[in-house]
């Protein structure tokens, strides 16, 4: 009995446990959680026995995935081969797009962010005061990833870092953090003068 993934040059033959043996019927094969389906094959050791079940390509679910290959001899009488394929969980926690925007309408603004999933840092420009948020749109690269982060995030005056963190569907986590610095507030003007019991002439403009 083989199992495999892949074809050609990318081709994987994953190890069965116990080594297989034609008297041993139970076996386990551990793949990683990338791969989404194998293809099991199987050798008779008579040539007019016939296998009834289990052969070709079978899609994997994370866990575990029981596969039963029948095997019926000549006479009739069957012999059942069972592999537990054991899927790991996804270890994915890549990004594979990452958008950052402030304002809506006639006020949008992309900061175009040059991505890389590579990359784990990216700077903006400093920003105007009068910018008090950054709207983050970010996709995993894998579905059964999650994120957080993202939204509508408020900016401090000075110094922001913002994170936005992966996690993948087997839990490790990778960091991307974008830099932006927001101005302190040049307004040195007064909202309102006023004297008690006095009428300011000409009338308060700031």
Same mark, same amino acid.
């Given at each position: ?10 081709? %994987? ?13 139970? &076996? ?8 989404? !389906?194998?293809?099991?094959? #199987?050798?008779?050791? +008579?040539?007019? #026995?016939?296998? !009834? ?10 866990? +575990? ?8 001899? !000549? ?18 926690? &890549? ?22 999933? /590579? ?17 983050? /749109?970010?996709?995993?690269? /894998?579905?059964? #990833?999650? %994120? ?12 922001? +870092? ?20 927001? #101005? ?23």
């Amino acid at each position: 009995i083989t199992v495999t993934s892949g074809s050609d040059e990318t081709l %994987i033959n994953y190890s069965l446990s116990p080594e297989f043996s034609s008297n041993v019927v139970n &076996y386990t094969v551990n793949v990683p959680g990338n791969i989404e !389906e194998v293809d099991i094959s #199987a050798i008779k050791t +008579d040539p007019l #026995a016939t296998i !009834e079940s289990g052969l070709g390509s079978v899609p994997l679910n994370v866990g +575990d995935n029981t596969v039963l290959i029948k095997v019926k001899s !000549e006479s009739g009488a069957y012999n059942t081969y069972t592999i537990k394929i054991v899927r790991a969980k996804k270890f994915n926690n &890549y990004l594979s797009s990452l958008v950052v925007s402030s304002g809506s309408g006639d006020t949008y603004v992309d900061y175009n962010i040059p991505f890389d999933k /590579d990359t784990l840092e990216y700077v903006i420009p400093e920003l105007a005061n009068n910018i008090t948020s950054l709207k983050i /749109d970010a996709t995993a690269e /894998d579905g059964d #990833a999650t %994120i957080t982060g993202t939204g509508s995030v408020s900016l401090a005056v000075g110094d922001n +870092d913002l994170n936005v963190i992966v996690t993948a569907q087997d839990g490790t986590k990778r960091t991307y953090v974008i830099k932006v610095k927001r #101005a302190a507030s040049d307004n040195n003007f007064l909202k309102n003068l006023f004297v008690n019991g006095y009428t300011l002439s000409p009338e308060f403009n700031k």
